[in-house]
Antibody, heavy 119, light 107 residues
Framework: EVQLVESGGGLVQPGGSLRLSCVGY????????MDWVRQAPGKGLEWVGR??????????DYAASVKGRFTISRDDSKNSVYLHMNSLKTEDTAVYYC??????????WGQGTLVTVSS | EIVLTQSPATLSLSPGERATLSCRAS??????LAWYQQRPGQAPRLLIY???NRATGVPARFSGSGSGTDFTLTIDSLEPEDFAVYYC??????????FGQGTRLEI
């Protein structure tokens, strides 16, 4: 069974940093691209960024709202993808989901981890 | 950036009725459009991909149609568990990946 499990969320002050992790189970982790998507309280889905696979040189893409502050990386030997968040703002408060990207869509999502940016 | 506009924002129906949700793209996305369901407190779940294909395990009462810029998600004979928020998503042109703002289906 395919499963994605995020961790690392919590309370952080504005300007601070946090690293989220997502571990994948039940599939060949090195194959698909992986996305991070966030959802602010009571709001819709906002794409954060994507990391491609080794065959595509682990190229990353980001939403304009996080570019230069957030970095996505992956360690296929640990079946893990990471979201490194720096210079956090209050508007980054959200539940952060990782999702598996296949040719058709984002077919599996984790349960999400809550990041709260507040003083 | 391709903007997806969903309508209506909220749809109020009763169990057993048919729901029709719309998603309009700011430019053609061919048939590269997906629909997701999100129940309260849960992660999104893929329902429909490539405009009209049901994902694994999705009941037959869910169907999708459309191409180009106009798409529809139809839910026949609503069940209590269908009352949720629905999002469309395009994979035609990225970055950025874009989602619609969502349609809340309420009882």
């Amino acid at each position: 069974e395919v499963q994605l499990v995020e961790s690392g969320g919590g309370l952080v002050q504005p300007g601070g940093s946090l690293r989220l992790s997502c571990v994948g189970y039940g599939f060949i982790f090195s194959e698909p691209y992986m996305d991070w998507v966030r959802q602010a309280p009571g709001k819709g889905l906002e794409w954060v960024g994507r990391i491609r696979n080794k065959g595509n040189s682990y190229i990353t893409d980001y939403a304009a709202s996080v570019k230069g502050r957030f970095t996505i990386s992956r360690d296929d030997s640990k079946n893990s993808v990471y979201l490194h968040m720096n210079s956090l703002k209050t508007e980054d408060t959200a539940v952060y989901y990782c999702a598996r990207v296949v040719s058709i869509a984002l077919d599996y999502w984790g349960q999400g981890t809550l990041v709260t940016v507040s003083s | 950036e391709i903007v997806l506009t969903q309508s209506p924002a909220t749809l109020s129906l009763s169990p057993g009725e048919r729901a029709t949700l719309s998603c309009r793209a700011s430019q053609s996305v061919s048939n590269y459009l997906a629909w997701y369901q999100q129940r309260p407190g849960q992660a999104p779940r893929l329902l429909i991909y490539d405009a009209s294909n049901r994902a694994t395990g999705v009941p037959a009462r869910f169907s999708g149609s459309g191409s180009g810029t106009d798409f529809t998600l139809t839910i026949d004979s609503l069940e209590p568990e269908d009352f949720a928020v629905y999002y469309c998503h395009q994979r035609s042109s990225w970055p950025p990946v874009t989602f619609g703002q969502g349609t809340r289906l309420e009882i």
